[in-house]
């Protein structure tokens, strides 16, 4: 069973930045496609962004383009989501998420296979 475990959510002032991780078990991490979603009290889980099994291509949600960045280190079965800029509408429980297929470009959270728990981000002043 292949499990995900995010960390590194808090609180943050508007303008600050936080660096999301997400450490996968297994051995097949490099051939998951990853994704990044996000959900807000009251709103639709979103796709913030997502990177392919090599890492060398990413999509991103128009609303984070310019600001967040994944990236991942297949040596340590990590993805990562840098924010940077925050916004207080940013604020969600961020989970990352698996496909394992893997799919490219993939962003509809029902192509993805396993999740993690979720780590929330709060951006306030």
């Known amino acids: 069973q292949v499990q995900l475990v995010e960390s590194g959510g808090g609180l943050v002032q508007p303008g600050g930045s936080l660096r999301l991780s997400c450490a996968v078990s297994g051995r097949t991490f490099s051939t998951y496609t990853m994704g990044w979603f996000r959900q807000a009290p009251g709103k639709e889980r979103e796709l913030v962004g997502a990177?392919?099994?090599?890492?060398?291509?990413?999509l991103y949600v128009d609303s984070v383009k310019g600001r967040f960045t994944i990236s991942r280190d297949n040596a340590r079965n990590t993805v990562y989501l840098q924010m940077n800029s925050l916004k207080p509408e940013d604020t969600a429980v961020y989970y990352c998420?698996?496909?394992?297929?893997?799919?490219?470009?993939?962003?509809?959270?029902?192509?993805?296979?396993?999740w993690g728990q979720g780590t929330q981000v709060t951006v306030s002043a």
């Open positions: 998420a698996a496909n394992f297929r893997p799919e490219w470009p993939v962003d509809a959270h029902s192509r993805f296979d396993q």
């Open positions: 990177i392919t099994r090599s890492g060398y291509d990413t």
